[in-house]
Structures are given as C-alpha cells and as structure tokens.
C-alpha cells in the first residue's frame, strides 16, 4: 500500500497512494482472500466450490484397501486405490504448479465421421453446460479463474483422457473437478445454454468450410494427407464435412460424453506431476475424491486394445504437382513412411525413436548444407518426424519452399543425399555434433518453466504402453513403468552415447526408403485439367496435377 521511490529504496517516511489506500480499507473490512469474494457479483468462491463439492459424494472406503507402491529412482509413488483406479504422483521441486493428465484406451478410431466431429467439439459443449444447476457454466468460469484450476476433456486418434493444472494447495480441488467431469449426467447437455453453444460451433464450422474452400494450402495438405495413407480417405482423418457438422446435436454430444467419460470412469489412469500434499494426504484425497469411480466394461473398446487405422503408403515413387493461381514459390513435400515401435515396447521404444530423431537431425543439417549452403536454392529445409501415440506408423517430411523452376533439381538432390547417408552413413563429427545438440535440447527440457510438462509425458507415455501392452495380452516382458521413465528421464544420456555411424546408417536404410516416397508439390501456375486424373507413378507419363 505504500509508494516507494524506485532510485532510493524504502525512506522513513512513506506516503499512502490513494487508491492503494481505498483497497486497503476494503481488505481490512472483509479479510476473506480475493478468490474467496464475489467474482461476478453472484457467485462466491466458497459457493461454488461447495457446490462442486455436492455433485460427487466422498467415498469413504478405508484407505487400507489402498495398495502403495513406490518409485525412488523417479522420486515418484503410485498409488492403487480399493477400485482398482491407479494414480502415479510425480513430486517436484516446482513451487506453485499441479499438472494432471488421465487416460484410458479407445480414441477416434472407434468413431465415425459424425461422432469425431462431435468429439472435437465436447470439451467445449460441456464447459457450456455447466456441471450442476448450482454450478453453470458462468459459475465454472468464474471458480477456474479465480482458483487458476482447470479440467478439460480430451480426444485422441488412440485414447481419451482428461487434462488439467491447478496451484499449490488446491489439489483437492483438481481432483473434485476431475471426479465431477467424469461423472457428469446426459441431463446437463439439456439446459439452454448447451444448445446455444451447439449452435453457435455449427455456425463457426459451417464458416471455416466456406473458407477453407479459397485456400489453396488446405487442398494442399489434403493431397498430402490422402497419399499418405495410400489413396484411402479416412473418414476421422479428413476436416469435417458439412454433413458432419449438420449431425452435430446435444444428444450427439450427451451420448459421447456418458460413453467415452461417465459410463467407466474407473479405467481412467491418472498422472499428477508438481507441488504436491505429503503422502498421507495424497492417499487421502485420491480415495476420497476417485475412490468411487465406477470399474465396469470400457463401452468404448470393451477393455480392448483399440483399433487400427485401415491404411497404407504408396508404394513405389508416387508424384502429384498442385497448380495454384496464387501461390508465388513452389512449396516441396517429400514424404516417407516408417514402421515403428509403439509404446508397449517399453525402453525399446525410447531407444528407436531417440534414433529417428538423431537420424532426423542429421538429415536436417545435410539438406541445409546442401540445398542452401552449396546450391543457394532454399533459405530453409525442414525435416519432420510425424506421429500419433500409440500408432504403429511414423512419417518423415521433408518440405521446403523454392523457385519453380529450380525444383525439380533441388528434390534431386535431397534424394542423392539420403543415398549417400544409406551408403556410407554419417561422419563421425556428425555423430558427436548430434549426440551433443540431443543432450543440451533435454538438459533444457528439464531444467526450465516448463519441466513439469516433460515429467508428466515421461510417465503417461510409459503408462500407456503398459495398459497396451496388457490389452494386447502380450507375453513377452513388459518393462515397468519406473524403468520407461528412468530411461527417458535420468538415462537419456546414456542412451544417447549409443547412437553410432553404424546405428544411424540402419535407420536411413530402414525408413529414408528412396524407392518407396511420395513427392508431393505446390506450384504458380494455370493447368487444363480438371484434377480428376489419377495419381501416376514415377516413369509413368504424365505425373497427375490438380488446379486450384
């Protein structure tokens, strides 16, 4: 409340700024904290949090059904509480933050074209629709603000989950909303207020897909998108069409939330990772709090592994160019398919994909060299690894922007240089360089703001390769959770220091496949043809081109 020169420091005497002396007095008329008082003039903090409260009642199993496991070497404790529901805590030196993510097999391969339209939407529609009377959607705002605690409901090709963050001390109350979330009733997809933001997101939709239409990059990726995965259209792959936003409906969305949500909220796993209660309270407030989640038959997989996407990759050399009256450069796609280990292959899994990004980077760093530094073609060159969790496929991009009439040389030349790297393999110096840039890149993952957000993926990767791994009914040995995170964590280092020429050259051989690519284009210019024409094969005259 007091005005202090910023040159000087404190001096004895100290005048009062008027208005720090106006809240001053209203401080000491109500000492209740700020998040405590009237945020909107009609709910309080404490009346929605008791409101929150009376939703979903305590479970007042004993603790000692409780079955404690500790995990030293990653300063971390899973807990298994009486009805089966398992949560691991990752405590951190992080004052302040509270990180939650929780999931559970089953995702959008289970889901037509008009239900993952309706999933992309939920989190949405239900922070809409409030979780009680007492609690609407205006109550919810105003308790996630004042508190800084929020729980969302997430989609994923795979799985499904929820995700949130809270402060220091409020872990009780992340758990109540996560708890809530999960128990959230078809009559609140009822109140006017839902239909209202149902309305309002079809009408968004319908926009997007007037103006997607003029864009050129969309269609763009469109190509791109279609002859990755062989020619087939997957339906929850594609933007969402009209039909699928005309079938979006409160119903729709009540009937997804109950199926993929309220109907088997005890096959969540949980992962909290920050500032967290002592033990004795952590084990407390989950059994009170998630205690009580119903464990029957996941309606969405019936506790199977989820499905697979029904597609492939071109085979051969697969080329399309994409004429637009707008673009100015030609924009360069070439795009590799690689069969990778999923998540239920434990430190396996680690290890491959530490070697895909080590070979990504190498090749990265040569195209550059290459494409900018000798031909001056390019001002920059991208190669991308691309993948969803728990999906047996990767793709490897290399895109970059040129002139157009100097393309088709310089896609050459990214080709040459993946067979060089095939035959002969990196430098040693490469080797070192990458190892190094590998190194400093997770050394700053750990150590920044951001930390929490690493440790959470760490431990939620590892827990699902192990919920895999057991609807796979796998017999071979299943690495333990603590030992995929140590991996990942503290042995990455390590893991690091094997990749080798030798290790990298494999990698280029095995997924750098330059018989088996599709090479995809966006140019200037006007072409005569309708875009009908089917896709040709390298050697085979012509090669298909579209017009925007």
């Given at each position: 409340?007091?005005?202090?020169?910023?040159?000087?420091?404190?001096?004895?005497?100290?005048?009062?700024?008027?208005?720090?002396?106006?809240?001053?007095?209203?401080?000491?008329?109500?000492?209740?904290?700020?998040?405590?008082?009237?945020?909107?003039?009609?709910?309080?903090?404490?009346?929605?949090?008791?409101?929150?409260?009376?939703?979903?009642?305590?479970?007042d199993?004993?603790?000692?059904?409780?079955?404690?496991?500790?995990?030293?070497?990653?300063?971390?404790?899973?807990?298994?509480?009486?009805?089966g529901?398992?949560?691991?805590?990752?405590?951190?030196?992080?004052?302040?933050?509270?990180?939650?993510?929780?999931f559970?097999?089953?995702?959008?391969?289970?889901?037509?074209?008009?239900?993952?339209?309706?999933m992309?939407?939920?989190?949405?529609?239900?922070?809409?629709?409030?979780?009680?009377?007492?609690?609407?959607?205006?109550?919810?705002?105003?308790?996630?603000?004042?508190s800084?605690?929020?729980?969302?409901?997430?989609?994923?090709?795979?799985?499904?989950g929820?995700?949130?963050?809270?402060?220091?001390?409020?872990?009780?109350?992340?758990?109540?909303?996560?708890?809530t979330?999960?128990?959230?009733?078809?009559?609140?997809?009822?109140?006017?207020?839902?239909?209202?933001?149902?309305?309002?997101?079809?009408?968004?939709?319908?926009?997007?897909?007037?103006?997607?239409?003029?864009?050129?990059?969309?269609?763009?990726?469109?190509?791109?998108?279609?002859?990755?995965?062989?020619?087939?259209?997957?339906?929850?792959?594609?933007?969402?069409?009209?039909?699928?936003?005309?079938?979006?409906?409160?119903?729709?969305?009540?009937?997804?939330?109950?199926?993929?949500?309220?109907?088997?909220?005890?096959?969540?796993?949980?992962?909290?990772?920050?500032?967290?209660?002592?033990?004795?309270?952590?084990?407390?407030?989950?059994?009170?709090?998630?205690?009580?989640?119903?464990?029957?038959?996941?309606?969405?997989?019936?506790?199977?592994?989820p499905?697979?996407?029904?597609?492939?990759?071109?085979?051969?050399?697969?080329?399309?160019?994409?004429l637009?009256?707008?673009?100015?450069?030609?924009?360069?796609?070439?795009?590799?398919h690689?069969?990778?280990?999923?998540?239920?292959?434990?430190v396996?899994?680690?290890?491959?994909?530490?070697?895909?990004?080590?070979a990504?980077?190498?090749?990265?760093?040569?195209?550059?060299?290459?494409?900018?530094?000798?031909?001056?073609?390019?001002?920059?060159?991208?190669?991308?690894?691309?993948?969803?969790?728990?999906?047996?496929?990767?793709?490897?991009?290399?895109?970059?922007?040129?002139?157009?009439?100097?393309?088709?040389?310089?896609?050459?030349?990214?080709?040459?240089?993946?067979?060089?790297l095939?035959?002969?393999?990196?430098s040693?110096?490469?080797?070192?360089?990458?190892?190094?840039?590998?190194?400093?890149?997770?050394?700053?993952?750990?150590?920044?703001?951001?930390?929490?957000?690493?440790?959470?993926?760490?431990?939620?990767?590892?827990?699902?390769?192990?919920?895999?791994?057991?609807?796979?009914g796998?017999?071979?040995?299943?690495?333990?959770?603590e030992?995929?995170?140590?991996?990942?964590?503290?042995?990455?280092?390590?893991?690091?220091?094997?990749?080798?020429?030798?290790?990298?050259?494999?990698?280029?051989?095995?997924?750098?496949?330059?018989?088996?690519?599709?090479?995809?284009?966006?140019?200037?210019?006007?072409?005569?043809?309708?875009?009908?024409?089917d896709?040709k094969?390298?050697?085979?005259?012509?090669?298909n081109?579209?017009?925007?």
């Amino acid at each position: 409340a007091c005005r202090v020169c910023v040159q000087c420091g404190p001096t004895p005497s100290l005048d009062v700024d008027a208005l720090w002396a106006v809240a001053l007095s209203e401080a000491l008329a109500d000492p209740a904290p700020l998040w405590e008082r009237a945020v909107s003039g009609v709910h309080t903090f404490r009346s929605q949090t008791s409101a929150l409260a009376a939703i979903v009642p305590l479970c007042d199993a004993p603790v000692t059904n409780c079955v404690v496991k500790p995990m030293p070497s990653i300063d971390a404790v899973e807990f298994t509480l009486g009805n089966g529901v398992v949560a691991c805590c990752l405590r951190r030196a992080t004052p302040g933050r509270v990180a939650l993510q929780a999931f559970t097999l089953g995702g959008s391969t289970e889901l037509d074209e008009a239900d993952e339209c309706a999933m992309c939407v939920l989190d949405d529609v239900v922070l809409s629709a409030g979780l009680s009377p007492d609690l609407d959607a205006v109550a919810l705002r105003e308790l996630s603000s004042a508190s800084q605690t929020r729980v969302n409901t997430q989609r994923h090709l795979y799985h499904r989950g929820l995700g949130g963050s809270t402060l220091t001390g409020k872990f009780d109350l992340l758990l109540n909303l996560a708890a809530t979330r999960l128990h959230l009733g078809a009559e609140r997809f009822e109140v006017d207020s839902t239909r209202l933001a149902v309305e309002r997101t079809r009408a968004r939709l319908l926009e997007e897909i007037c103006q997607r239409h003029h864009d050129p990059n969309f269609w763009f990726g469109q190509r791109a998108r279609m002859l990755s995965c062989n020619g087939v259209d997957i339906p929850v792959l594609r933007p969402v069409t009209e039909e699928a936003v005309r079938a979006l409906t409160t119903a729709r969305c009540a009937r997804l939330h109950t199926r993929g949500f309220a109907e088997a909220p005890g096959k969540f796993t949980f992962v909290f990772v920050g500032d967290l209660p002592p033990d004795g309270d952590l084990l407390e407030m989950l059994s009170s709090r998630l205690g009580g989640l119903a464990t029957k038959t996941d309606p969405w997989t019936s506790d199977g592994a989820p499905s697979q996407l029904p597609s492939g990759f071109a085979n051969g050399v697969v080329e399309e160019e994409v004429l637009s009256e707008t673009a100015e450069k030609a924009t360069t796609l070439i795009i590799f398919h690689a069969n990778v280990c999923r998540e239920d292959a434990g430190v396996a899994h680690l290890e491959h994909f530490l070697h895909l990004e080590a070979a990504r980077r190498c090749a990265q760093d040569r195209m550059l060299a290459r494409l900018r530094g000798e031909a001056g073609g390019v001002y920059s060159v991208s190669v991308a690894l691309g993948r969803v969790s728990l999906s047996p496929h990767a793709h490897i991009t290399v895109s970059f922007d040129s002139d157009a009439a100097r393309q088709s040389v310089l896609a050459g030349m990214v080709v040459d240089e993946l067979r060089k790297l095939q035959q002969e393999g990196p430098s040693s110096q490469e080797v070192l360089a990458i190892r190094q840039a590998l190194k400093d890149t997770h050394a700053r993952n750990l150590s920044g703001e951001a930390s929490n957000s690493y440790w959470l993926f760490y431990v939620l990767e590892a827990y699902k390769g192990e919920r895999l791994g057991r609807a796979l009914g796998a017999q071979h040995r299943r690495d333990s959770v603590e030992e995929v995170v140590w991996a990942a964590s503290h042995g990455y280092a390590d893991n690091v220091d094997r990749i080798d020429v030798t290790s990298l050259k494999a990698v280029f051989t095995e997924h750098f496949q330059i018989d088996n690519y599709v090479h995809l284009v966006l140019k200037p210019g006007v072409s005569a043809q309708d875009g009908t024409s089917d896709t040709k094969l390298a050697g085979e005259a012509p090669k298909n081109t579209s017009r925007i």
